[in-house]
Each structure stands twice: as structure tokens, then as C-alpha cells.
Nanobody, 126 residues
């Protein structure tokens, strides 16, 4: 499956952005989809994940209550609505997919995902 994240940009603290990630190709390999982010010098960090068939979601504590992951089954697209953005949310955001039906506790592990899209830069100014 091919993934392409978009929607990043520069926003002031407190603002909002919505990231999109359409899946093309063998979308049957996208049972679980997730968003991760990376800042220079740090490990890739889990943000949120969604199970495609039933929409079950998992969030990192740092974004819970501010970010919402969703999917459009007709468009084969996963979204990340980011509200109340903080400067510490600044990172390159990546979408990922796997054919595995991951239990909630496994969705945050980047090693469980086998398809990755190019990242999109999100910059939050203070």
C-alpha cells in the first residue's frame, strides 16, 4: 500500500491543522493505520492509531483530548485533526499502515507497521 501524508504547515500555538493520508494500492493491507511523529535527535513517537473495520482508536497521552484520528472508508483516507496545538507538537508527521489486527497495546509500536508514507512538517510557533 502507498501512503502520502499531507496537510502540514505553520500554525500558532492554540491553532488547528488537519493531516490527511490517502492509501493507494493494496488497501486490504491497511487493517490498522497510525500516525507517528519525529523531531530531530529523537526517536519516532506514536501519536494515534485507528483500526479500519470498526474505527477503534488509540492515542498517546500527550495528544489525548486534543487530536482526533478518523478514517473515510469510501476514500481510503485516514485523518488526524489536531486542535489546541502546542510548540512541542512541532515535528514531521508520518502515517503508517499494517495488515495486522493490532490490539490496543500494540498499536503504538512503530515496528508493527510495514508501510510508511513520506512525512509532512508541522510547525507550531509560540
Amino acid at each position: 500500500v502507498q501512503l502520502q501524508a499531507s496537510g502540514g504547515g505553520l500554525v500558532q500555538a492554540g491553532g488547528s491543522l488537519r493531516l490527511s493520508c490517502p492509501a493507494a494500492g493494496r488497501t486490504s493491507n491497511s487493517y490498522t493505520m497510525g500516525w507517528f511523529r519525529r523531531t530531530p535527535g529523537k526517536e519516532r513517537e506514536f501519536v494515534a492509531a485507528i483500526r479500519w473495520p470498526d474505527g477503534a482508536t488509540t492515542y498517546a497521552d500527550s495528544v489525548n483530548g486534543r487530536f482526533t484520528i478518523s478514517r473515510d472508508r469510501a476514500q481510503n483516507t485516514v485523518y488526524l485533526q489536531m486542535n489546541s496545538l502546542k510548540p512541542e507538537d512541532t515535528a514531521v508527521y508520518y502515517c503508517a499502515a499494517t495488515a495486522k489486527n493490532l490490539i490496543s497495546s500494540s498499536r503504538s509500536s512503530s515496528t508493527q507497521y510495514d508501510s510508511w508514507g513520506q512525512g509532512t512538517q508541522v510547525t507550531v510557533s509560540s
